[in-house]
C-alpha cells in the first residue's frame, strides 16, 4: 500500500489490543513518531513499547498496513479519523491479564506516613480547609475561642470597679488609672477592662461606636485586656502634659 501524507494535524482513532476486549477512543497528532505513539499506547493496552506490533484498520475493519517503522510518523501512514489501529502483544501476557485488578499487586502506605506527605488529596484538603478538615478547622477554633473567654471571665472577675490599676500594654509604657467598666462589649469579642486614665493617653471618652460604657474626658477612656490590667495601690502620677 502506497504511503501517503496527511495535513489533518491530529487524528481520533479506536485503539484495541490482543491483551483485552475493549476498545477506546482516542485523538493523537500526527507529528507523532511510531516510537512515540507507541510509548502513549502503553498507557492505554498495557504491554511494553518494545513488544508492540502495531496493525492499521479503516473505518470498515478492513485491514490496511503495519505500522513497522519506529521513526516514521504516525501522519505518514493513511491514518484516518475513524481507523482502528490494533496492539498486538508479544510480551507474553495473556488476554484479560490486565483486566482483572484483583491480580495487581497493591501498593500499600502507612497512615502515619501518609500523614507525613505533602502532595496527598488529605494534605491539599488540609492546608485549604475543605472538606471535613474545614469542619474541623472550624470546630477547633469555636474551642479555642471559647476556652480563651474563660480565661478572660476569670481574670476579669479579679478586677473590681472602681480600682486603682496599671496598664502594662506590649510596647506601651505604662499608664495608670481608675478601672469603670468590667465584662463584655458590642465592638469585639471578649472580656474588655474599661479604664479611665489619670492623663489624656486614651482613644476615646468610654464609648466606642455610638455606645457609651463609662463617662470620662475625651482621649482620657480606653479599652483593654484584663492580661494587662494589674489592680493595686497605684496613686496619680504627674506625667508633665500641662507643662508648657
Known amino acids: 500500500m502506497e504511503v501517503t501524507g496527511l495535513s489533518a494535524p491530529t487524528v481520533n482513532v479506536f485503539i484495541s489490543s490482543s491483551l483485552n476486549s475493549f476498545r477506546s477512543q482516542k485523538r493523537y497528532s500526527r507529528s507523532l513518531t511510531v516510537a512515540e505513539f507507541k510509548c502513549k499506547l502503553q498507557l492505554v493496552v498495557g504491554s511494553p513499547a518494545s513488544c508492540m506490533e502495531l496493525e492499521l484498520h479503516g473505518p470498515d475493519d478492513k485491514f490496511y498496513c503495519k505500522l513497522d517503522q519506529d521513526d516514521a510518523l504516525l501522519g505518514s501512514y493513511p491514518v484516518d479519523d475513524g481507523c ?3 496492539v ?3 510480551s507474553g501476557a495473556r488476554l484479560g491479564e490486565y483486566e482483572d485488578i484483583s ?3 497493591k501498593y500499600e502506605i502507612s497512615q502515619e506516613a501518609y500523614e507525613q506527605r505533602q502532595d496527598s488529596i488529605r494534605s491539599f484538603l488540609k492546608r485549604n480547609k475543605l472538606g471535613r478538615f474545614s469542619e474541623e478547622e472550624r470546630a477547633q477554633q469555636e474551642a479555642e475561642n471559647s476556652k480563651r473567654l474563660i ?4 481574670q476579669a472577675s479579679t478586677i473590681p470597679v472602681g480600682s486603682r490599676c496599671e496598664v502594662r500594654a506590649p510596647g506601651q509604657p505604662p499608664r495608670r488609672g481608675t478601672v469603670m467598666y468590667v465584662g463584655l462589649t458590642d465592638f469585639k469579642p471578649g472580656y474588655w477592662i474599661g479604664v479611665r486614665y489619670d492623663e ?7 464609648s466606642v461606636n455610638g455606645k457609651r460604657y463609662f463617662e ?3 482621649k482620657y477612656g480606653a479599652f483593654v485586656k ?3 490590667v494589674t489592680v493595686g495601690d497605684f496613686p496619680e502620677e504627674d506625667y508633665g ?3 508648657m
Do not use: F
Open 84 to 86: 482502528r489501529i490494533h
Open 88 to 90: 498486538i502483544d508479544h
Open 103 to 105: 491480580k495487581v499487586e
Open 151 to 154: 480565661e478572660e471571665e476569670a
Open 200 to 206: 489624656p493617653l486614651g482613644k476615646n471618652d468610654g
Open 216 to 218: 470620662c474626658q475625651a
Open 226 to 228: 484584663p492580661s494587662v
Open 241 to 243: 502634659l500641662d507643662e
